[in-house]
């Protein structure tokens, strides 16, 4: 009988079929593995979501390192709306209040805390980085294309570079009067807009100043929000703060 038509004897074979499975098998489990440890594109934007590879782009620039605020502007009050269900949003997005951004944003709002300070006002923090997956959640819930971050761009936040605030009096702690409340998508919301009292111009105006000397540039429809201006490309993240130690 020639070789190709004898009957296989399994036992003495070396080659089994559960071998191909079980190789099968452990692929397809590795899989999940594989797509999570790597970065990711989508609407052809590079996303990071591997906290070791983040490393590596921070190993080859410092600059690049996230780091909480509050190491580098110990006395800056923080109220992250996002960790709480009082937002626009009405939902807890974030488990823990954390605030984080890149290194030269820390150092940046240093400055500005210390400019303030001497005039006795302080920085209070609403939102920093934002894994880019919350914002495309945000924009299932709204999906307003003139105020929220939109999934096919990413957000500034997903960058670490931008940031949600207001002034506080360094006394009292009390925030100082703005002209709509965090979040409010309203054209009063404009950072140009002028039909407020004085002493909210006054207020606003002085945010605004203060950001600008230390490197900010106001976002043109809200007042709370401040994005840091580099030449650095600052990739865009989506790591969970719990994935990075927080
Ligand atoms: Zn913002």
């Given at each position: 009988?020639?070789?190709?038509?004898?009957?296989?004897?399994?036992k003495n074979c070396t080659y089994?079929?559960?071998?191909?499975?079980?190789?099968?098998?452990?692929?397809?489990?590795?899989?999940?593995?594989?797509?999570?440890?790597?970065?990711?594109?989508?609407?052809?934007?590079?996303?990071?979501?591997?906290?070791?590879?983040?490393?590596?782009?921070?190993?080859?620039?410092?600059?690049?390192?996230?780091?909480?605020?509050?190491?580098?502007?110990?006395?800056?009050?923080?109220?992250?709306?996002?960790?709480?269900?009082?937002?626009?949003?009405?939902?807890?997005?974030?488990?823990?209040?954390?605030?984080?951004?890149?290194?030269?944003?820390?150092?940046?709002?240093?400055?500005?805390?210390?400019?303030?300070?001497?005039?006795?006002?302080?920085?209070?923090?609403?939102?920093?980085?934002?894994?880019y997956s919350v914002t495309c959640?945000?924009?299932?819930?709204?999906?307003?294309?003139?105020?929220?971050?939109?999934?096919?761009?990413?957000?500034?936040?997903?960058?670490?570079?931008?940031?949600?605030?207001?002034?506080?009096?360094?006394?009292?702690?009390?925030?100082?009067?703005?002209?709509?409340?965090?979040?409010?998508l309203v054209y009063a919301a404009?950072?140009?807009?002028?039909?407020?009292?004085?002493?909210?111009?006054?207020?606003?105006?002085?945010?605004?100043?203060?950001?600008?000397?230390?490197?900010?540039?106001?976002?043109?429809?809200?007042?709370?929000?401040?994005?840091?201006?580099?030449?650095?490309?600052?990739?865009?993240?989506?790591?969970?703060?719990?994935?990075?130690?927080?």
């Amino acid at each position: 009988m020639p070789k190709r038509f004898r009957p296989m004897n399994w036992k003495n074979c070396t080659y089994k079929p559960c071998d191909s499975m079980r190789n099968l098998i452990f692929l397809i489990l590795l899989l999940p593995v594989f797509s999570f440890s790597q970065s990711t594109i989508k609407y052809n934007l590079y996303i990071i979501s591997d906290p070791k590879i983040l490393k590596e782009t921070i190993k080859k620039d410092p600059n690049k390192a996230l780091v909480p605020i509050k190491d580098y502007v110990p006395n800056i009050a923080l109220d992250i709306k996002y960790a709480t269900t009082q937002n626009v949003f009405y939902t807890q997005l974030y488990k823990k209040p954390v605030a984080l951004v890149r290194l030269p944003v820390a150092k940046a709002l240093a400055a500005v805390q210390k400019d303030l300070n001497a005039q006795g006002y302080g920085l209070k923090i609403y939102d920093a980085y934002r894994p880019y997956s919350v914002t495309c959640q945000m924009f299932e819930m709204l999906p307003d294309t003139l105020y929220m971050g939109l999934p096919w761009t990413g957000s500034k936040h997903n960058r670490g570079i931008a940031l949600d605030l207001t002034l506080i009096d360094l006394k009292t702690k009390k925030e100082l009067k703005m002209p709509t409340p965090f979040d409010a998508l309203v054209y009063a919301a404009h950072p140009e807009f002028m039909k407020l009292s004085e002493e909210v111009i006054k207020n606003r105006e002085l945010l605004k100043t203060v950001m600008k000397k230390h490197g900010f540039k106001v976002d043109p429809m809200e007042w709370w929000h401040f994005n840091f201006v580099s030449d650095t490309v600052f990739e865009l993240l989506d790591i969970p703060f719990e994935k990075m130690g927080f």
